[in-house]
């Protein structure tokens, strides 16, 4: 929140040697408040100083602050301070600042850090600390209510004047810039050091003396317990200059870089002294200056005052004046004006909106009576002075002219009608006048001829009109557009010609010629080559409503918006023009300078007798000299204040920070000094190393960057006051965010060395599952010829020899059929035995090859119910083992053959050679096998699982079937005992 402001006068500055004689002159002036309500930690405000970084520091009862137009930063015993009550302040030569304190000795603040508190045990005469300077070798000397002390090897030591008691006051020190230190014992002596002695008396000036100050000319001022200030200059020795006031003394002095001593005295207010006059600041009913107990003027000339119960204030000279109309007489409202113009030197007629005229001299308004009377509540919308000296003034009653015999305003009547709701005045080249109305018809006035003029234009007021040097009438209108009209030829400009919005608010037409419009929304438009160019806030308007336009003497635009009265320099001003700046960087005149609204209405500004201009606002009427406001070309002091790390404050080191592994959140806070106008601060950042490119200017004082990579980094921070210049040398943070170990270099080339070693894994491994799965499928190819060799093998060995049986048997029963019946007979029955076999044979290569029966539990019911039809047929019984359930385990169809057929001839074996009666057949599983075993309980074998030798074995042919699926065959035969088969057979023969 900004302090308010109140009105003063123009403020006198005017560099001068000193002269005898003070005649007091007292001089309005503008004053901001900050107080405890504004981060100030206490009202009372016993000590300030400016330390050379630009920061104002100001000692309260509650501590120490530090201020930089806008925030307070407090110090307090938490920080370190010797204690609370701050009695005096001074930044010595090595640019730490000296803290004296009430009972808490002398701190010292070097970095924004407290770093030591010297009390009684570093060898001070008493804690109470009443001044703090420099002798001329660079020592620090304190002043306490017990005495001098002298710092000395980290220890103060004693060091008072000849003849001087330890336990007597010291009540100021001041070092001037030859290096002598002046000392004010008490009672108000004087006393000197310099070159290692003590001299008394001030060589021929004041006697005693309470306060000392140094103006940048090298001048030494005291201040002397009658009221009286001492000036010595080289060439003339003393002076002295006695101030207006009975009663009090001079508590603190401070000189500005204009020149201007300041004092301030505790019940009497301040007092400047220059060019031999006293000025005397008057805050009009705001009286605060009675309590003002120090004074201080900062480096940028702003002064300041610290009060004993109402905080901190800062004056300002007042650079404008303003007309306003009491409205407790007249009625809120009257200072919202809707035209203006000067009647006589300093006298200016005022028409309000909904209150009708007035007449305002000398700071007072008075009511302007028309003829005929029209109603208090009518608007005045619309005023001109034209070139023949008529003041004429339109509004809801007509139009009027202004008598200076009667002070009254008469209705102008033209002979064939009169004119209502006026909204704008224009006079032309040849003296006529044209007049815009609220209906949007277009008069023009001349010989006392009033003739309407069609333009083309609807319904929408007239709220513009400007001739330019062609003899064309520009009419602006608030709906329609702009219109261009010139002997009776109209042509209408919108969007289409680069107007951005369609409400006119202003025109104006320059010295060059150049047309300028102000609109709502739209900002400013320039004529060039029949098309508009516009200006608005992108460009650095302070708003895109523009109700006023003028250029000064100095070819200076100034522009009245919603948001302030912006002044554009010549070169922006020429460019806009030409339709080339890409930025404005405007002076913005504000509350802060004093106007009662930033907000301005939609009146012509004008040039007054005194070389002032005018600008009307809905809060009064502003005057000013455009010579008082120029263009700033300072730049701001930045500042990084505080840094914080997920959260944490940490404090960098040399302007370093090394983060750790693992930052999340870096926070910066920062700040800059313009104490004038501290709200048009501006900032912009970067940080490189991640941005390249400044970010956008703005208000705010802090940035925050989240998850940022490992490496070196630089925060940069630039300011300007909004003239368009940033800081010359950009306040900077070197920021170091070390890497987690997978973040580091060696790590990065070990990944990706592992990474291409992986890749080669992969591939390899890939390569070696392409080689394996084309080895399969070459496999699998193998696996399907050797099965369709066999199935060509058991249909041309067993089905082919069956049929061929079949064809000769029937061949033999055909020949005996007649002959021999009972023979072809045994044929027919030998031919359907071998059909059956046939058909048989058949079912069982069919089932091998079926790929419904590819699983261990369908092999196994098909190989029992074999067995069984087998050893039926031969007469034998079977006995069958197999589990009550068998697991779906995918059997190919090469095992089922083999297995089958194994079995088969064991089958074959027992029925022709064991002489059994009984066979049994067991299965079992086993871990990626199954176990099958075939016994029978004939007569037996002569020996055991060593085969016969010779290839037409029978156990020697079985061991080779399964040697080819990967199986075993033992057997285990003994005379009269059975013979016993034992296969193992494996599940999945690859593996």
Not at 142 to 169: C, I, M, Y
Not at 371 to 396: C, F, H, K, Q, Y
């Amino acid at each position: 929140m900004f302090p308010r402001l109140i009105l003063v006068l123009h403020f006198l500055c005017l560099a001068a040697p000193c002269s005898r004689g003070a005649e007091s002159e007292p001089v309005d002036m503008l004053y901001r408040n900050w107080r405890t309500r504004e981060g100030l930690p206490q009202d009372h405000i016993r000590a300030m100083a400016g330390t050379r970084d630009g920061f104002l520091w100001l000692g309260t009862d509650s501590g120490l602050a530090r201020f930089d137009g806008v925030h307070f930063k407090a110090f307090g015993l938490h920080e370190g301070l010797g204690a609370v009550t701050v009695q005096t302040l001074y930044e010595a030569r090595d640019g730490a600042l000296w803290v004296g304190t009430l009972g808490g000795g002398a701190s010292v603040l070097r970095g924004g850090k407290l770093q030591h508190a010297y009390g009684s045990g570093d060898g001070l005469p008493s804690t109470s600390v009443l001044a703090v300077a420099e002798d001329d070798s660079g020592r620090i000397v304190v002043s306490t209510r017990d005495g001098l002390s002298r710092l000395e090897d980290n220890r103060f030591v004693p060091f008072n004047p000849p003849g001087k008691k330890e336990h007597q006051a010291v009540k100021s020190l001041f070092c001037d810039l030859t290096g002598t230190l002046w000392v004010c014992i008490a009672p108000q002596e004087i006393w000197r050091w310099k070159a290692d002695q003590w001299m008394k008396g001030s060589d021929g000036g004041p006697a005693t003396a309470s306060a000392f100050c140094q103006d940048r000319e090298g001048r030494l001022w005291i201040g002397d317990p009658d009221r009286r200030l001492w000036c010595r200059t080289p060439e003339s020795g003393w002076r002295s200059y006695q101030l207006p006031v009975q009663g009090g003394d001079i508590n603190m002095l401070s000189s500005g870089p204009d020149g201007t001593v300041w004092a301030s005295m505790y019940r009497r207010g301040i007092f400047g002294l220059q060019d031999g006059g006293v000025v005397v600041p008057n805050t009009g009913s705001a009286n605060f200056l009675d309590i003002a107990e120090t004074v201080f003027v900062s480096q940028d000339g702003q002064l300041w005052v610290g009060t004993s119960t109402r905080g901190l204030f800062a004056l300002t000279p007042r650079k404008l004046q303003l007309g306003v109309v009491d409205e407790e007489a007249f009625g809120p409202g009257a200072n919202f004006i809707g035209a203006l113009r000067e009647t006589a030197p300093g006298q200016f007629l005022i028409g309000s909106q909904g209150r009708g005229y007035y007449l305002w001299q000398n700071g007072a308004a008075r009511p302007v009576a028309t003829d005929p009377e029209s109603l208090p509540t009518s608007n005045g919308n619309a005023m001109a002075r034209t070139r023949a000296g008529w003041v004429l003034a339109g509004g809801t009653g007509g139009l009027y002219d202004y008598s200076h015999q009667t002070g009254k305003l008469s209705r102008i009547n033209p002979s064939f009608q009169p004119l209502t709701d006026v909204w704008q005045i224009c006079e032309g080249k040849f003296q006529e006048l044209w007049i815009g109305l609220g209906t949007g018809e277009l008069f023009r006035l001349a010989d006392k001829k009033l003739t309407r003029i069609g333009y083309g234009g609807s319904n929408d007021p007239i709220k513009g009109l400007a001739m330019d040097n062609q003899g064309a009438l520009w009419i602006g209108t608030r709906g329609s557009g702009l219109y261009r009209w010139n002997n009776n030829e109209t042509k209408r400009y919108g969007t289409a010609q680069g107007l951005p919005s369609p409400v006119i608010r202003v025109l104006m037409v320059d010295r060059e010629g150049s047309l300028w419009v102000g609109s709502a929304g739209g900002g400013i438009s320039v004529l060039r080559n029949d098309k508009f160019v516009s200006f608005s806030t992108r460009e650095g308007l302070p708003d895109d409503v523009v109700s006023q336009l003028a250029i000064d003497d100095t070819g200076r635009l100034w522009v009245g918006t919603n948001r302030g009265l912006a002044v554009i320099t010549k070169e922006e001003t020429d460019a806009m023009r030409s339709g080339s700046p890409e930025e404005l960087h405007p002076l913005l005149i504000t509350r802060a300078d004093g106007l009662r609204s930033e907000e301005f209405t939609i009146t012509e500004p004008f040039r007054t007798s005194d070389s002032r201009m005018a600008f009307a606002t809905n809060d009064g009427f502003a005057l000013l000299n455009p010579r008082d406001f120029q263009s700033d070309t300072r730049t701001p002091p930045v500042y990084i204040e505080e840094v914080s790390v997920n959260g944490k404050p940490v404090e960098p080191v040399n302007g370093e920070l090394n983060l750790p592994p693992g930052t999340e959140r870096l926070e910066i806070h920062f700040t800059g000094l313009h104490f004038g106008a501290p709200e048009r601060l501006r900032f912009r950042n970067r940080l490189a190393g991640l941005e390249d490119n400044w970010g956008a200017a703005s208000t705010d004082r802090r940035v925050e960057y989240r998850n940022l990579s490992p490496g070196s980094y630089q925060f940069e921070l630039s300011g300007t006051i909004g003239n368009g210049l940033w800081s010359a040398t950009p306040a900077t943070l070197k920021v170091n965010l070390a890497p987690h170990f997978w973040e580091t270099n060696w790590f990065r080339a070990l990944v990706i060395i592992s990474a291409l070693a992986f890749v080669g894994l992969i591939v390899r491994r890939r390569e070696r599952m392409k080689a394996r799965r084309k080895i399969e499928a070459l496999k699998r190819e193998q696996a399907v010829q050797t099965e369709r060799a066999r199935i060509a093998r058991d249909l041309h060995d067993d089905v082919g020899a069956s049929l061929t049986q079949v064809a000769l048997l029937s061949e033999l029963a055909q020949g005996d059929l007649n002959q021999r019946p009972e023979r072809a007979s045994a044929h027919i029955n030998e031919i359907f035995t071998t059909a059956q076999d046939v058909t048989r044979s058949l079912d069982e290569i069919v089932w091998a090859v079926n790929p419904a029966h590819d699983t261990l539990e369908s092999f196994a019911t098909f190989l029992g119910a074999f067995v069984q039809n087998y050893t039926r047929s031969a007469g034998l019984t079977a006995r069958l083992d197999l589990p009550a359930t068998l697991p779906a385990t995918p059997l190919s169809s090469v095992i089922r053959h083999h297995v089958y057929l194994a079995t088969k001839e064991i089958l074959h074996n027992v029925v022709k050679h064991a002489w059994a009666t009984e066979v049994h057949l067991s299965l079992s599983i086993h871990p990626g096998s199954f176990h099958l075993i075939l016994e029978d309980n004939g007569r037996g074998l002569n020996g055991t699982s060593t085969p016969s030798p010779g290839g037409a074995d029978g156990l020697q042919n079985l061991r080779e079937r399964l040697q080819q699926i990967g199986g075993t065959c033992v057997y285990d035969s003994h005379p009269g005992q059975g013979t016993r088969i034992e296969m193992d057979v494996p599940l999945d023969p690859s593996q």
